[in-house]
C-alpha cells in the first residue's frame, strides 16, 4: 500500500499537489529547502523533515516537483539525498514529476536499480521510478486536474495511478524511463513554437489591418486553430482570464519557457537530431527573457512582435 508520501518541493505547483494528496486522506510528510514554505504545512499540522533522506525514512513512496534538473539530482544524489544510504531504500516507489531532459529520468533510474529495499513490503525488489512530468500549470494544479505523462515501469505506473489521480485528471503511460520526460518537452516545444506562430500571424494580421478579434474568429473555425488561438490567446482584450487580459501576469514565465525549450535543445542535439524552429523559438524567449520579461507569461512574445521588435 503507498499510504505514506514524502512530498519534496512545495513551490508553486508542489505545494498544490501535496495539499490534493492530504485532502484524498494519504499521509503525507513534506520537505523544501524553504524553511517558509515548510512553515504554511507544519503551522495545519502536517510533519516536514529538514532532509530528503529524513523523509525518506518516513514514506512508502517519494514525490520530487523541483525547478530543474540540477536540483532533482542534488535531492537524490546529494549528501542526505533521498540515495545517500547507498544500496538500501526504505521507499518502494519513486515519482518525479519536475520537467527535467529524458536524460537526467534515465540517470536516477539506474541509480535506483541498483538499489535493494530495505524491507519487502510484499513488493518486488528493487525500488521503482517513475519520470511523471505534469501539463496543466498552477491552476490545474490547485485543482486537481494536471495531466501526467509517465514514463517507467508499467508495473509503477499501475501502483501510481491512484495516487497520480488524487492530484490530475489524466494519467498517460508513454512507456520506458525518460519518456514522461522526452514527452513534455515535445510538448512544450511544440507549444512555443505554435505560440509564436499565432503571435507573429496576429502581428501581421494588425499590421495589414485585420482586427486580432476578426482574426481570432476565422482561425477558430478555420484550419490555423490550436491551444494559443482558441484557449491561450496571446493579444490583449481578446480572451477574458488569460495572462494576455492582465499585462501577461500569471501563467507559464517566458523564463520556464526558456528552460523547457533548453532541455528540449540538448535532448535533440544528445541523439543528434536538428530542430530548427525549436532552436529558433529558445533564442526568442532567451531574448524575451534579457529583454525584462523572464516572469512575464510566454504568450508576451506577442508583444515582441506587435511593438516592432521583429524588424
Ligand atoms: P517553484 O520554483 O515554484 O518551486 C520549486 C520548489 O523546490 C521551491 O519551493 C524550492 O524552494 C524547492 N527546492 C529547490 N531546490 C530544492 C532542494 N534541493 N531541496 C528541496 N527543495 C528544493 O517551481 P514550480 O513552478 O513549482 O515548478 C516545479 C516544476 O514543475 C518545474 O520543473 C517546472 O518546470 C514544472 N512545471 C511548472 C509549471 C508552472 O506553471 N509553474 C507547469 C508545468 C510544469
Not at 46 to 57: A, F, N, R, Y
Not at 211 to 232: E, G
Request: hydrophobic share 35%.
Amino acid at each position: 500500500q503507498l499510504e505514506n508520501v514524502g512530498f519534496i518541493g512545495l513551490g508553486n505547483m508542489g505545494s498544490h499537489m501535496a495539499r490534493n494528496l492530504i485532502t484524498a486522506g494519504y499521509k503525507v510528510t513534506v520537505h523544501d529547502i524553504n524553511e517558509n514554505s515548510m512553515k504554511k504545512f507544519s503551522e495545519d499540522g502536517i510533519p516536514t523533515k529538514q532532509s530528503p533522506l529524513e523523509v525518506s525514512e518516513s514514506s512508502d513512496v517519494i514525490i520530487t516537483m523541483l525547478p530543474s534538473s540540477t536540483h532533482v539530482l542534488e535531492v537524490y544524489n546529494g549528501p542526505n539525498g533521498l540515495l545517500c544510504r547507498g544500496e538500501r531504500l526504505g521507499p518502494w516507489l519513486y515519482i518525479d514529476s519536475s520537467t527535467v531532459d529524458p536524460q537526467t529520468s534515465r540517470k536516477i533510474s539506474t541509480a535506483i536499480s541498483r538499489c535493494l529495499l530495505k524491507e519487502k513490503k510484499g513488493y518486488a525488489e528493487s525500488p521503482k521510478i517513475l519520470d511523471a512530468p505534469v501539463s496543466g500549470g498552477v491552476p490545474a494544479a490547485e485543482a486537481g486536474k494536471l495531466t501526467f505523462m509517465v514514463g517507467g515501469l508499467e508495473e509503477a505506473y499501475l501502483a501510481a495511478k491512484p495516487l497520480l489521480q488524487a492530484m490530475g485528471e489524466k494519467t498517460i503511460y508513454c512507456g520506458g524511463a525518460g519518456n514522461g520526460s522526452a514527452a513534455k518537452i515535445c510538448n512544450n516545444m511544440a507549444m512555443a513554437i505554435s505560440m509564436l506562430g499565432v503571435s507573429e500571424a496576429f502581428a501581421l494580421g494588425q499590421n495589414l489591418g485585420i482586427k486580432a478579434t476578426t482574426l481570432t474568429d476565422i482561425f477558430n473555425c478555420s484550419s490555423a486553430r490550436c491551444w494559443s488561438s482558441d484557449t491561450y490567446n496571446p493579444v490583449p482584450g481578446v480572451m477574458e482570464g488569460v495572462p494576455s487580459s492582465r499585462n501577461y501576469s500569471g501563467g507559464f514565465t517566458s523564463k520556464l519557457m526558456a528552460k523547457d525549450l533548453d532541455l528540449a535543445m540538448a535532448s535533440a542535439s544528445g541523439v543528434g537530431f536538428k530542430c530548427p524552429m525549436g532552436s529558433n523559438a529558445l533564442e526568442i524567449y532567451r531574448k524575451l527573457c534579457e529583454d525584462g520579461c523572464e516572469l512575464k507569461d510566454f504568450s508576451c512574445a506577442f508583444r515582441h512582435y506587435y511593438s516592432g521588435k521583429n524588424e
